[in-house]
């Protein structure tokens, strides 16, 4: 082989040597040099997002404006933070978040949320689900082996609390709320809730069912997780202050970047009474690392400003949409749509008489339905 190619007898030895290393060739000692007999690959199969195709109309609530996202405002904290930041900035991190970040959300809470918070209260994590899913491992590590969950839910924020081992328990929600009455019948110590903008209905929890829902948690030594998804986006007045305002010894209060800047950066936070902060730090540790990087840029454009200015214009563009809809819903004959104050989705209820038929083959995926809705939309106009 040297001959033929031309170059020295050790370059050839060393390309056997390092090719046996490798795996592909087998040199047995006083014979020949053969191929490794090396298992071929299967044909890759065509993997599909679980989470179904992206549909041409995207009906699905809670989906945030993707294209106003703040590149050049981000682009420019990303570059502070990497200009500027000291070397452990690049470390593994405090596992409960970086502190620069928990000082600002803790913050940017007290002032628009109303949260009752300091640094020390505040949890980083990546995005709400992985947030929920720690959280309910909490519970389980405390004896806590029942949730009540709002009726109707997002379907897969109940997926992942049973997916944590916690038995759900479906509480009614009517106009004002989260029927509390039947939460205390339950039996349950600890509860899902969206009191801001009940996803999906639409309703705004009461004063009288705040009250009754905290005097619930201090009766029976429970506890109430709030997610606040979008509590900054209303269109009638100031939003509405967090529930955990009432009773931070027994709220836990979930936010989260992706309805203000985009689901992408992955990154959620949870403000948590003492008592459980051990608990919760203890099933987080060494899995709740969340890029410091994202977390230093975070902190920076909250900081300056940045983060206020993108809410408000996050508000803006949704209230925009939703007089769109509302417009181009308001002659449809059998759709009675719910105005709606708050969030990033409408409510419509049909009309008694309407039948939409819609099949659902095995590989049914949400796109096919709202593809129905659509034609059916287009069909009356």
């Known amino acids: 082989m040297a001959h033929d190619l031309g170059i020295a007898r050790s370059t050839v030895v060393g390309a056997y040597e390092q090719l046996a290393v490798e795996g592909y060739l087998v040199a047995r000692q006083g014979g020949s040099t053969v191929v490794a007999q090396i298992a071929i690959p299967a044909q890759a199969i065509v993997d599909r997002n679980p989470m179904g195709d992206q549909p041409t109309h995207d009906f699905r609530p809670g989906e945030p404006a993707l294209g106003s996202f703040p590149r050049r405002e981000w682009l420019r904290s990303v570059r502070t933070v990497l200009l500027e930041s000291a070397d452990d900035a690049f470390g593994y991190g405090d596992p409960r978040g970086r502190r620069e970040l928990r000082d600002a959300l803790a913050d940017y809470l007290a002032r628009s949320r109303m949260v009752h918070v300091d640094s020390s209260a505040v949890r980083v994590h990546g995005g709400f689900a992985s947030s929920l899913g720690f959280v309910a491992e909490m519970f389980r590590r405390r004896g806590i082996d029942l949730i009540a969950v709002e009726a109707p839910m997002l379907f897969f924020h109940r997926q992942i609390l049973e997916l944590a081992g ?30 801001g903008n009940q996803q999906p209905l639409g309703v705004t929890m009461s004063s009288a069912r705040r009250n009754a829902l905290i005097t619930w948690a201090a009766v029976n030594d429970g506890w109430i997780v709030e997610d606040g998804y979008d509590g900054e986006f209303r269109c009638d007045r100031r939003p509405v202050g967090a529930l955990q305002g009432l009773d931070a010894d027994r709220a836990l209060y979930a936010g989260t970047a992706s309805k203000s800047m985009g689901p992408g950066l992955h990154l959620s936070w949870f403000v948590v009474p003492l008592e459980l902060r051990r608990d919760l730090d203890a099933v987080t540790h060494l899995r709740g690392g969340v890029s410091t990087i994202d977390q230093l840029a975070l902190a920076d454009f909250i900081g300056r400003g940045a983060y206020d200015r993108q809410v408000r214009l996050q508000r803006r563009i949704y209230r925009q949409r939703r007089s769109v809809m509302l417009e181009q819903l308001r002659g449809v004959p059998w759709l009675d749509v719910a105005p709606g104050s708050a969030g990033l989705h409408l409510v419509g209820h049909h009309r008694p008489g309407l039948v939409i038929n819609v099949s659902r083959p095995a590989n049914h995926h949400f796109a096919t339905a709202t593809e129905k809705l659509l034609a059916v939309l287009r069909e009356v106009g």
């Open 166 to 195: 916690l038995e759900t328990v479906p509480v009614p929600v009517d106009e004002h709320g989260l029927r509390v009455d039947d939460l205390g019948a339950s039996g349950v110590r600890a509860v899902l809730v969206t009191p």
